[in-house]
């Protein structure tokens, strides 16, 4: 089992510009929340997809959007890059018994 | 909006017990988790605990929950250097219908040869 896997590890932006950033689930799962952790905090959830819908949502702007395919894989789009938007970006898969979460995507906006 | 709160540090020996407290809001909380982080890494799922327990021991990890006080404490029994990381807890709502957690801020534990 690969469990989550996330691409790219790291990127680095330019201010104003667009990311999309790519993430597949554990194997039999079929939720994909997207998870913002700035340096030193906690991480923040930004939205969930379930049957390729967004089924909750954080506090983010309508910058930050996303989308699940058929084979449950999700990716994370973010528009009009700010310096702010520097951060690890999680992805986690759900079952009951808890979120399992990728390594991350560093992103870094310059 | 909800709301965990931890306290941000706690040094120990290796081989004492550590104990990683976090208080939290919501009061209809369904699961209680601790994830541990590791420098440049993800955050690995610990363990959890469901809201109608008071206790569950994994091996070397003990959670307690005191529904009443909402407070929420991971010991680790035999602390060694490489439990040395930053620990979450976080929750989930009843009122939430998705599988959103909210996390607290995360406690560093250093532990000293």
């Known amino acids: 089992d690969a469990g989550v896997t996330q691409s790219p590890t790291h990127l680095i932006k330019t201010r104003g510009q667009q990311v999309t950033l790519r993430c597949s689930p554990k194997?039999?799962?079929?939720?994909v929340s997207w998870y913002q952790q700035a340096l030193g905090q906690g991480p923040q959830f930004i939205f969930q997809?379930?049957?390729?819908?967004?089924?909750q949502r954080g506090n983010f702007p309508d910058r930050f959007s996303g989308h699940q395919f058929p084979n449950y894989s999700s990716e994370l789009n973010v528009n009009a890059l700010l310096l702010g938007d520097s951060a690890l970006y999680l992805c986690?898969?759900?079952?009951?018994?808890?979120?399992?979460f990728g390594q991350g995507t560093r992103l870094t906006v310059v | 909006g909800e709301d965990v709160e931890q306290s941000l540090f706690l040094s120990v020996r290796e081989g004492d017990s550590s104990v990683i407290n976090c208080t939290y809001t919501?009061?209809?909380?369904?699961?209680l988790y601790w994830y541990k982080q590791e420098p440049g890494a993800g955050l690995q799922l610990l363990t959890y605990i469901f809201s109608n327990m008071d206790m569950k021991q994994d091996q070397r990890l003990t959670v307690l929950l005191n529904k009443k006080d909402k407070h929420l404490s991971l010991r680790i029994a035999d602390t060694q250097t490489g439990d040395s990381a930053i620990y979450f807890c976080a929750e989930k709502g009843h009122n939430n219908a998705g599988n959103m957690l909210t996390f607290g801020g995360g406690t560093r534990l250093m532990v000293k040869p």
């Open positions: 194997s039999g799962h079929d939720t």
């Open positions: 986690a898969s759900s079952a009951s018994s808890g979120a399992f």
């Open positions: 997809y379930y049957e390729e819908e967004e089924r």
């Open positions: 919501d009061s209809s909380s369904t699961y």
